[in-house]
């Protein structure tokens, strides 16, 4: 898990969308205050991927940085779910979902199947689902929002305390290790640590960023530029399991500095 940074376009498409959304957040609240159920058009939240599939999340899911793009459709996940609400264990809660979010761009995300559906592995469920815990009580209406504690992190939020890289570093042998409970939530919801795929792409991705530290220090002007311009790219988020490459990063930022 890389920040998202997410930039609204200013474009018309856009504006259509943001405003097809806030009715369709209205019309939601008319029902709910009615004793109504909530409806969900996934029609509409789905058109998400097509302003920040490229943009933003570079083709890959927002939460295991596995490239969707090219291989899966890729879900529109709700951070905070829209209809239903369980534990860390899937246990279910009374909570009726934050439907006001199900349209708000600032609670979507693009993931991949694994991480958005659940699915058993082993003894151990794998995947978000209807999951959320959160440290305390969950929210129950907008106004409560920002006290809530979420234990899972949204790799789009601008808040400083929900950088990923502050919950999750990586080990040699691919797997990551969770700094802060926020980081072991994670790990342990998303199966980051048991998806055999995801830990030996990540173990792939660590070497290749050992190589392009060592090519920083290479004598060859060619080399040196080419190793420079892979770490530009994957500061920039835009490469598959880059939370493996971080090191390579600030061994640039490091020669950048002296
Ligand atoms: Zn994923």
Known sequence: ??????????????QRWDKKCQKATQKNWAKVNRGEQPEFDGNLYKKYKD??????????????????????????EHFRPKAQVTKEKD???????????????????????K????????????????????????????????????LLINPTSDLPEDLPSKHLAINADGTLQGLTDRGKTCIQVFGLNIR????????IAYRESL??????????PEERDRAIQEIIAIKKGKEPYSIAQIEAVRALKALSKS
């Open 1 to 14: 898990m890389r920040k998202i940074k997410i930039q609204p376009p200013d474009s018309l498409a856009w």
């Open 51 to 76: 302003f920040f599939m490229d943009a933003a999340f570079h083709g890959k899911c927002g939460y295991c940085e596995c490239p969707v793009k090219d291989f899966q459709h890729g879900d529109v």
């Open 91 to 113: 246990e279910p809660i009374d909570h009726p979902g934050y439907h006001w979010l199900a349209y708000d761009w600032q609670n979507l995300l693009i993931s991949c199947q």
């Open 115 to 150: 991480c958005n559906q659940i699915s058993q592995r082993g003894k151990q469920k794998i995947g978000k689902g209807c999951r959320f815990p959160v440290l305390g009580i969950h929210a129950q209406t907008p106004e409560t929002i920002a006290q809530e504690k979420p």
């Open 196 to 203: 055999e795929q995801l830990v030996s792409q990540r173990k």
């Open 211 to 220: 190589l392009l530290q060592a090519a920083l220090k290479s004598n060859s």
